[in-house]
């Protein structure tokens, strides 16, 4: 890892698809010089959204221009709503119009809705095309647009059309965190919290300190929360790339509540998706302590730090309870992670340490489900 320039760059150890993380200010800037060395063909497909168009489209062309690199864009409406079958359908066939071949480049310039999305059809057209992620959210800094997972929604669920498809570069951009409404730079710091609860106590404790400075996108701050949860992602992806084990199934820690709350509220702007990540973290601990597995005081002092963080931490508070039970625990039987129709959880035994919970009694998880508030 370097600090040239102010950026950090990190690697995702695949063998052949090894991949770097640039992470710091200005990278937009810089993205035809980076992107560059890695095409086959001199053309790329810009995909991103309204919302992030109009503030790094034109910056991200420029660059791309001075590269000599051809492009064009294609302009997603913004939102969680966005990744379905219908606006697939449409990108795809918007790429296909640019008149594409195999050494054309697709780049994701946006949160985890375009990275998702554009990964998903960078994975399909033409068997495959290579791509880069431009994450300019903090959660898709963090998380989503490192590992490889690409998806669309379905109507029984999230992320349940996919593929395991690396990118080839990915650049962080932290001063594109700047645009963002204070909302998502929340729902994003949940993902960052989700990292010190898996697997490092100490980076908690840190957040405990420096959490606010995090949310208020004080630079040093930003860098070291980003490029920390960077570093822990790659090691855990290049040790389980395609979650064939528990190491990379960890990551989803907080998720099978949280996609089923995200399902149940319509995948709008009711609840982010980082909010869903943060009341489904509270509800594993909370469900932990149940099983006598996880102590009380933990899980108070995981709710007391994200409710200071202004993340949601009960079912009420996005107008839910537990007369929603069962339609929730029909959502967590949809899971990817369900196996001969047994749900898996990831649970906490502790801040800092969590593992997989195969089998979970489904009659004890509805009266846990039924209690909730």
């Known amino acids: ?53 109009r503030h790094h489209l034109a910056a991200l062309c420029e660059s791309l221009d001075r590269a000599h690199i051809a492009h064009e864009a ?13 606006h697939f359908g449409r990108l795809v066939e918007d790429v296909l119009a640019c008149g594409i071949e195999r050494g054309t480049m697709i780049v994701a310039l946006g949160g985890g809705v375009v990275g998702d999305i554009a990964g998903f059809a960078a994975a399909t057209l033409l068997r495959g095309i290579d791509f880069v992620q431009f994450p300019t959210t903090l959660l898709a800094q963090v998380d989503s647009s490192v590992g490889g997972k ?34 998502e730079v929340r729902a994003g710091y949940a993902e960052i919290v989700k990292y010190g609860l898996i697997r490092d106590a100490g980076f908690f404790d840190w957040l405990e300190g420096q959490g606010t400075a995090v949310c208020d996108l004080d630079a040093a701050a930003v860098a070291k929360a980003v490029v920390v949860s960077c570093r822990m992602k790659a090691a855990i ?49 909370d469900f932990a302590v149940g099983l006598g597995i996880a102590s009380g005081q933990d899980a108070q002092r995981v709710r007391r730090h994200l409710a200071e963080s202004g993340l949601p931490t009960r079912l009420s508070e996005i ?43 489904a009659d004890r998880l509805l009266a846990f489900l039924a209690s909730a508030g």
């Open 237 to 285: 992806v290049a040790a389980d790339e395609r979650e064939t084990g528990d190491e990379r199934a960890l990551l989803n820690f907080g998720h099978t509540f949280g996609h089923a709350l995200e399902t149940e509220t319509g995948f709008g702007e009711r609840l982010l998706h980082g909010e869903a990540v943060a009341l489904g973290t509270v509800l594993a601990f």
């Open 1 to 53: 890892m370097s600090a040239a320039n102010g950026t950090e760059k990190l690697r995702v150890e695949l063998g052949e698809r090894a991949y770097e993380i640039h992470v710091g200010p200005g990278l937009i800037g810089h993205a035809g010089s980076m992107i560059s060395p890695l095409m086959r063909r001199r053309q790329a497909i810009v995909v991103t959204d309204e919302i992030v168009a």
């Open 74 to 86: 294609i302009v997603l409406p913004a939102g969680e709503g966005t990744k379905d079958l219908t």
């Open 319 to 361: 107008g839910l309870s537990g007369a929603d039970a069962e339609r929730l625990l029909w959502h967590m039987g949809k899971d990817k992670k369900v196996r001969d129709g047994a749900i898996t959880l990831i649970l906490p035994r502790r801040i800092g340490e969590c593992f997989v919970m195969r089998d979970v009694p």
């Open 150 to 183: 690409t998806a669309i929604n379905a109507r029984a669920g999230k992320n349940l059309l996919g593929a395991f498809y690396q990118p080839r570069l990915v650049l962080a951009d932290t001063m594109s965190l700047a645009t963002l409404p204070r909302r």
